[in-house]
């Protein structure tokens, strides 16, 4: 019986733990436009932009430089990670700089924003230890970053 009871608040917990990462999608989406999801040590994350913010940030044909160099960036997600976990050093694990198409017509895209998307893990390059600790951030080009959401396990 004391078994079954312990079961029951413990699941009680986990659903309500589960419950304070929820987003409300419909209220959520009206918002915030959903640039990636990814699935990262057993929960999946949303990365997701505020909609009133697209039509303020720098624009950029993709031919000259970006309004923020790769290594802005980098150095962007690099201090916000340590910042978050104490590390006194970051390594990169992937970098992309990527695009969201308002539309395309007859192979004529009009791309609405460009951001970078970098995961990084905290301490050295070689400590496999944090490799699980990795991080995804989206920098976008008005130096701010993405919203980051937890939408399941």
């Given at each position: 019986m004391i078994k079954n009871i312990r079961s029951i608040l413990l699941l009680a917990c986990v659903m309500q733990i589960g419950m304070a990462h929820a987003i409300d999608y419909k209220t959520h989406y009206k918002e915030y436009f959903q640039l990636s999801v990814e699935r990262k040590n057993n929960q999946t994350y949303s990365?997701?932009?505020?909609r009133s913010k697209i039509g303020s940030l720098p624009k950029w044909d993709g031919k000259n430089n970006p309004?923020?160099?790769i290594n802005e960036a980098v150095g962007i997600a690099a201090s916000k990670m340590m910042e978050e976990t104490g590390a006194a050093q970051t390594s990169l694990v992937e970098l992309k700089l990527d695009s969201k198409v308002k539309k395309c017509k007859e192979g004529?895209?009009?791309?609405?924003?460009?951001?970078?998307?970098?995961?990084?893990?905290?301490?050295?390059?070689?400590?496999?230890?944090n490799y699980k600790k990795r991080k995804t951030y989206i920098v976008l080009m008005d130096g701010s970053f993405g919203v980051r959401n937890i939408i399941g396990k």
């Open positions: 990365y997701d932009v505020p309004p923020i160099s004529d895209c009009q791309i609405d924003f460009w951001y970078y998307k970098i995961e990084l893990m905290p301490g050295g390059r070689y400590e496999r230890a």
